[in-house]
Every structure is written in C-alpha cells, then in structure tokens.
C-alpha cells in the first residue's frame, strides 16, 4: 500500500544497533593504538627519580648543603654535653660554611643563590647558616681551631691548632690518667664516689702536681686572651675543677682552704693595724 512505512522488526534493529557498537570499538581502539605507538616507549616500574648526576648544576649544589647542615647539626647535638663542638665539629662546619660562601659569592652559582637564598621573606638557608656561625663564634672554637678552610681541590679540611690548646689538651689527658686510669675517659661529675675510693688523700697528692700545671696553664690561657678561650677548653677544665675539689675534695686536703682562710683572715685584721696607732696618735 502506498504510504505504508517499513518497520524494522526488533531483532534486525538490536542486530544493527550491535553492530554499529562494534565498528566504532574497533575504531576507537585502532587510534588508541596509533598514539600509544607514537609516544616513546616508558617502563613504567622504573623509579622516575633522576640520579644526581642528571640534576641541574644548582639542586645538586643545593642538596650537597643541605647534607653538610644536617651533619653540622647532628654533630653538635650530640657533643653538646659534655661541650666537644669545637674540637668535635669543626669539619662539618667548615664544609657547611665553604658551601655557603660559594653559594653567595661564585658568579656560576647565582641563579642558585637568587633562588636559594632571596626567592622568599623567610630565608631559611641564610637563618641556618647565621645560626651555625654563631654558635662557632660564640663558643670561642677560632681559638681552638685556627686557618680553618676547605682545600678546593681535595676537598679536606686544612687546620691548625694553636701551642697553648696542644699543651693544654696534654695537660688535661695527664690529669685524667692520673685520676681515671684511662686516656680515653672524660671527667665528668658525680663519677667519684668517695666510698670507692680507699684512699682519697693519697690519690689527690699522687695527682697534685698534674692539677696544678693545668690550673696554672689555663689561667694563663685565660688572662692572655682576656677570657675569651675556647669553650671545649673551659668545659673541661670547669669538670676538672668540679671533680678536684667537689667529688674529692682534694682542695682542702692539699691545703689550699687553709691557704684562702689565712689570707681572708690577714685581710680581715688589717684595719685594727691602721686604726690602732691612728687613735692613739689622736689622744695624744
């Protein structure tokens, strides 16, 4: 009849339906693979991390500093007490500080500085590396540890320790052997116990002669450098002085108390032999 619409039976449009579902599949993956093939080829378990060696000149010098800070502190952490930071420490510092200053003075390195150390308010390198310099600085280490410096070929650490430190350092192991037996051993407080010790007196006079020369030595070291000595120096001569006169008690036996009541005794006298002859002179 004319005019009558041909209808597809159901089962030829669900077929036709499939079909069409089919060709763009194929399509579709035909072109994923065309661009998969055209990207290089990625393994994709393989750490994406680049070696050292491929980092840009600037984050490589950058995570060497990092490296020598983080050494710097944990060194002085630990040789806080006893105080050992100088004598302890100062290679670590001494790489941490050449860093810096080619971090801020080398022409190569200063994209690396602009980023690194004025790229932002807070400036946490330059705080770092302020607050090393002024724990070396405040301990007094350059007297200890002289012509610090960090060979630019070798890259070891060139110093020298001055005459007085040397001969105090063997005075203080003279000291310690004598007292402890052993080179190796510090001397720290509350380490001597008195009923330990059998004979106490005769440990302070056997040893008497060696905490004199260090007494003297480093009250020299002292006034010639006006108290500004080295603050391992002073560590261990105050638990060289805390051990000698506190735990054993070796001032009084050898004498010096004595010594110190009779000079504060003339002293307290003195003015009766002013005043005793001046009021008789006025009577008179």
């Known amino acids: 009849m004319l005019g009558e619409t041909n ?92 860093l810096y200053q080619d971090l801020t003075t080398d022409p190569k390195l200063h994209d690396c500085m602009i980023k690194y150390l004025k790229s932002d308010r807070v400036q946490i390198i330059p705080s770092v590396q302020k607050t090393a310099d002024s724990l070396w600085r405040t301990s007094a280490c350059d007297s200890c540890i002289k012509d610090l410096n960090v060979d630019e070929k070798t890259k070891e650490v060139e110093y020298t320790v001055p005459s007085q430190v040397h001969k105090f350092l063997t005075l203080y192991s003279n000291i310690s052997h004598c007292l402890m037996g052993n080179l190796s051993l510090d001397i720290n407080p509350g380490t001597w116990m008195q009923d330990k010790v059998q004979n106490i007196s005769a440990l302070c006079k056997v040893c008497d002669d060696n905490y004199h020369r260090l007494n003297e030595h480093y009250n020299s070291m002292s006034n010639s450098a006006n108290g500004d000595v080295c603050m391992d120096v002073v560590d261990m001569m105050n638990y060289t002085r805390f051990t ?41």
């Open 7 to 98: 209808l597809l039976h159901p089962c030829q449009m669900s077929f036709s339906f499939i079909f069409t579902i089919i060709i763009l599949f194929l399509v579709s993956t035909e072109a994923e693979d065309v661009l998969v093939r055209s990207l290089p080829d990625l393994d994709l378990e393989q750490d994406v991390t680049p070696p050292e060696s491929y980092y840009r000149p600037c984050e490589a010098f950058f995570h060497e500093y990092v490296a020598a800070a983080g050494n710097f502190t944990h060194c002085d952490l630990l040789h806080a007490k006893p105080f050992r930071m100088c004598t302890r420490c100062f290679q670590p510092y001494a790489i941490m500080k050449s």
């Open 244 to 284: 000698w006169s506190v735990d054993l008690n070796c001032s009084h036996r050898s004498g010096e108390a004595a010594s110190v009541l009779i000079i504060a005794l003339a002293v307290a006298v003195s003015p009766l032999f002013f005043y005793l002859p001046l009021r008789y002179t006025s009577k008179e």
